[in-house]
Protein backbone atom coordinates (compact mmCIF):
# COMPACT_ATOMS: atom_id res chain seq x y z
CA UNK A 1 0.00 0.00 0.00
CA UNK A 2 2.75 2.37 0.77
CA UNK A 3 5.97 1.59 -1.72
CA UNK A 4 8.90 4.36 -1.27
CA UNK A 5 12.07 4.31 -3.48
CA UNK A 6 14.60 7.69 -4.11
CA UNK A 7 17.12 6.27 -1.47
CA UNK A 8 20.86 6.21 -1.92
CA UNK A 9 24.80 7.43 -1.38
CA UNK A 10 25.27 11.26 -1.62
CA UNK A 11 28.22 12.85 -0.37
CA UNK A 12 27.21 15.15 2.53
CA UNK A 13 25.88 18.61 1.72
CA UNK A 14 24.64 16.98 -1.17
CA UNK A 15 20.41 16.19 -1.80
CA UNK A 16 17.89 13.87 -2.54
CA UNK A 17 14.28 13.58 -2.93
CA UNK A 18 12.64 10.24 -1.43
CA UNK A 19 8.80 9.63 -3.06
CA UNK A 20 6.53 7.48 -1.30
CA UNK A 21 3.55 6.13 -3.75
CA UNK A 22 0.09 5.52 -1.52
CA UNK A 23 -2.16 2.70 -2.69
CA UNK A 24 -5.30 0.66 -1.68
CA UNK A 25 -6.65 1.76 1.87
CA UNK A 26 -4.68 4.48 2.49
CA UNK A 27 -6.94 7.23 1.81
CA UNK A 28 -5.51 10.84 -0.05
CA UNK A 29 -7.28 12.21 3.42
CA UNK A 30 -4.27 10.32 5.44
CA UNK A 31 -2.38 11.73 7.15
CA UNK A 32 1.36 11.65 6.02
CA UNK A 33 4.89 11.16 7.72
CA UNK A 34 8.74 9.78 7.55
CA UNK A 35 10.24 8.31 10.33
CA UNK A 36 13.91 7.30 9.99
CA UNK A 37 15.60 4.39 12.15
CA UNK A 38 19.17 4.27 12.77
CA UNK A 39 21.10 0.89 13.36
CA UNK A 40 20.27 -0.12 16.77
CA UNK A 41 18.12 2.39 16.98
CA UNK A 42 14.14 3.26 17.24
CA UNK A 43 12.34 4.49 14.25
CA UNK A 44 12.43 8.38 14.91
CA UNK A 45 9.92 11.02 13.30
CA UNK A 46 11.47 13.42 10.36
CA UNK A 47 8.36 15.36 9.21
CA UNK A 48 4.63 14.89 8.35
CA UNK A 49 2.36 16.61 6.52
CA UNK A 50 -1.44 16.76 6.73
CA UNK A 51 -4.23 15.21 4.77
CA UNK A 52 -5.08 18.95 3.24
CA UNK A 53 -1.27 19.73 2.95
CA UNK A 54 -1.81 22.78 4.72
CA UNK A 55 0.33 21.60 8.16
CA UNK A 56 3.98 20.18 8.22
CA UNK A 57 5.96 18.95 10.96
CA UNK A 58 9.32 18.59 11.26
CA UNK A 59 11.91 17.12 14.10
CA UNK A 60 14.11 19.64 15.01
CA UNK A 61 17.44 18.25 13.65
CA UNK A 62 15.80 18.85 10.22
CA UNK A 63 14.30 22.09 10.25
CA UNK A 64 14.97 24.24 7.34
CA UNK A 65 17.08 21.41 5.30
CA UNK A 66 14.35 19.02 4.67
CA UNK A 67 10.80 19.70 3.44
CA UNK A 68 7.62 17.18 3.11
CA UNK A 69 5.43 17.44 1.01
CA UNK A 70 2.49 15.25 -0.74
CA UNK A 71 0.45 15.31 -4.20
CA UNK A 72 -2.90 14.65 -3.65
CA UNK A 73 -3.72 13.89 -7.46
CA UNK A 74 -1.30 10.85 -7.88
CA UNK A 75 -0.79 10.14 -3.80
CA UNK A 76 2.23 10.39 -3.80
CA UNK A 77 4.33 11.80 -0.22
CA UNK A 78 7.48 13.38 -0.96
CA UNK A 79 10.65 14.51 1.35
CA UNK A 80 13.30 17.13 -0.32
CA UNK A 81 16.04 16.89 1.65
CA UNK A 82 18.66 19.22 1.22
CA UNK A 83 22.31 19.68 2.89
CA UNK A 84 22.43 15.87 3.96
CA UNK A 85 24.87 15.39 7.13
CA UNK A 86 26.23 11.84 7.84
CA UNK A 87 23.85 11.81 10.57
CA UNK A 88 21.24 11.59 8.42
CA UNK A 89 22.17 7.91 7.01
CA UNK A 90 19.32 5.83 8.04
CA UNK A 91 16.21 3.81 6.64
CA UNK A 92 13.66 6.36 5.75
CA UNK A 93 9.98 4.93 6.17
CA UNK A 94 6.94 6.42 5.21
CA UNK A 95 3.43 6.30 6.98
CA UNK A 96 0.06 6.73 6.81
CA UNK A 97 -2.46 7.51 9.73
CA UNK A 98 -5.96 6.95 8.39
CA UNK A 99 -7.86 8.45 11.37
CA UNK A 100 -5.45 11.49 13.05
CA UNK A 101 -6.67 14.86 13.52
CA UNK A 102 -3.46 16.29 13.75
CA UNK A 103 0.15 15.49 12.22
CA UNK A 104 1.01 12.81 15.34
CA UNK A 105 5.13 12.29 16.04
CA UNK A 106 4.51 8.92 17.57
CA UNK A 107 4.95 6.10 15.21
CA UNK A 108 2.48 3.91 17.13
CA UNK A 109 -0.08 6.22 15.49
CA UNK A 110 0.40 4.92 12.15
CA UNK A 111 -1.39 2.22 10.32
CA UNK A 112 0.34 1.88 7.18
CA UNK A 113 3.87 1.74 6.07
CA UNK A 114 6.58 1.31 3.12
CA UNK A 115 9.09 -1.00 3.11
CA UNK A 116 12.29 1.56 3.55
CA UNK A 117 14.41 2.89 1.55
CA UNK A 118 18.07 3.49 2.79
CA UNK A 119 19.59 6.74 2.38
CA UNK A 120 23.14 6.80 2.83
CA UNK A 121 25.68 10.00 3.43
CA UNK A 122 29.04 10.05 2.98
CA UNK A 123 31.27 12.75 4.93
Known amino acids: QLQASGGGLVQAGGSLRLSCAAS????????MAWFRQHPGKERDFVAG????????RYADSVKGRFTVSRDNVNNTLYLQMNSLKPDDTAVYYC??????????????????WGQGTQVTVSS
Open 95 to 112: AADRSGRFVDTRSARYDD
Open 49 to 56: ISWTGSST
Open 24 to 31: GRTSRTSN
